[in-house]
């Protein structure tokens, strides 16, 4: 135990009901108490708990079996966990973020990825990457669902540009011979959603509706169901150590719920080790092939997103493999939960997927101290 404090960690969180008002709160109470191992305090804050002139906040720190909001002098690290649910705590947070680039007193423990067709435009330039990225465009309507349909043998995947845990995520199959055509996926509440339509009009008019007011992204559907029939994909979790460098903490395998077109946890999906589920699915040799590509792409692509976007502290890393045994990059998520790898089984991982974030800043704060000595 670190008799020391070196510096202050604010996560910051989004704004909920109940108590305490933030959300994300099992894993900021297990950072709170990691902290002190690590000489680090750390508190919570929302958006507008932030004073204007980045000097003090109103934030929560944990301790005695409880929360208690008080006034803290502004953190030396900001750990952004907030996933947006109000456009108000949107704009209040990308003033603070976008004021960490000329910050001197404190820093960003890291910067956010922009949406999927940003970082899509990114990752194809790299030629070692290309054959690994699904054909992605930017849906602008019902010109280009026909066209995808008609290029991508009658299927396609409809993506939120900045979505996640498959929300508002739709797969769209048309039967050229009977006419009809079938809508599935999940809304905003990530509730099941599933639509036949008799007409390509009343289709795709419904298709407007669902996606109105966001961006979305085009692919093909891929096929990667299981044995079982499940939609399964590959996470892996790469983050920064105390030495500030990249390593592979863990990696999991997401099978959804029956009859899901996606494998997010958040859709009733469960997690599973990846060497056992894909030798039951191709067979050992294959398996070991698959997550040797899985690996390598993965240490390859951080990197790479560092350099155009800035720096970053950790990312999931999403692949998908086909019914033919192809690997497919699904996404990237600069803001990954950890709740795949906790449940894979391995507790070595679950432990760095939490501690990481604690070295990484500790690393951030002595770098601070000796810049300032």
């Known amino acids: 135990m670190k008799s020391t ?22 894993y900021c109470r297990k950072l709170s108490v990691l902290g002190k191992k690590y000489g680090i305090r750390v508190i919570v804050f929302r958006p507008s708990d932030a004073s204007r002139d980045r ?61 999927k067709w940003q970082v899509y435009r990114i990752l194809k330039k790299d030629p070692g990457l290309l054959p690994y990225l699904p054909p992605t465009e930017i849906y602008r309507g019902k010109q280009s669902l026909l066209e995808a349909l008609e290029s991508y043998g009658g299927e396609a995947f409809l993506k939120p540009k900045g979505g996640s845990q498959g929300k508002n995520a739709l797969y769209i199959r048309v039967n050229r011979e009977s006419g009809t055509w079938a809508a599935k996926g999940r809304d905003s509440q990530s509730r099941p959603v599933e639509k036949i339509f008799r007409s390509e009009a009343a289709a ?11 961006t979305y992204i085009i692919q093909p559907f891929l096929h990667l169901q299981g044995r079982n029939g499940r939609s399964f994909d590959t996470r892996v979790l790469m983050q920064k150590n105390e030495k500030g460098l990249w390593m592979r903490t863990g990696t ?21 080790p990846v060497l056992p589920y894909l030798s039951g699915q191709f067979g050992a040799d294959q398996a ?42 699904l996404e990237v998520n600069s803001k990954p939960g950890r709740t795949s790898i906790r449940q894979a089984g391995d507790p070595d991982s679950a432990v760095l997927a939490s501690e990481n974030p604690l070295r990484y800043a500790r690393y951030l704060l002595l770098r601070q101290l000796r810049r300032v000595n």
Not at 265 to 272: I, N, P, R, S, V
């Open 55 to 115: 000097t003090f906040v109103h934030g929560f720190i944990y301790g005695e079996g409880g929360w208690r909001q008080t006034r803290f002098p502004f953190p030396d690290i900001v750990y952004d966990r907030c996933l947006f649910h109000t456009g108000r705590e949107f704009k209040l947070a990308a003033s603070l973020l976008s004021d960490s680039r000329a910050a001197k007193g404190w820093t960003l423990w890291s910067r956010a990825l922009p949406g």
């Open 252 to 272: 999991a395998v997401r099978e959804g719920a029956s009859g899901s077109i996606t494998s997010n946890l958040h859709g009733g999906g469960k997690a599973l």
């Open 288 to 329: 070991k092939r698959l997550t040797s590509v899985i690996s390598q792409l993965s240490e390859k692509i951080p990197p790479i997103l560092e350099s155009h976007f800035g720096r970053l502290g950790e990312l999931g890393i999403d692949f998908g493999i086909d019914t033919k045994g192809n690997v497919w990059l």
């Open 204 to 214: 795709v008019r419904w298709v407007t509706e669902f996606t109105e007011n966001r």
């Open 5 to 26: 404090t070196l510096g202050t960690l604010g996560i910051m969180c989004c704004r909920r009901a109940g108590s305490p008002p933030f959300s994300d709160e099992g």
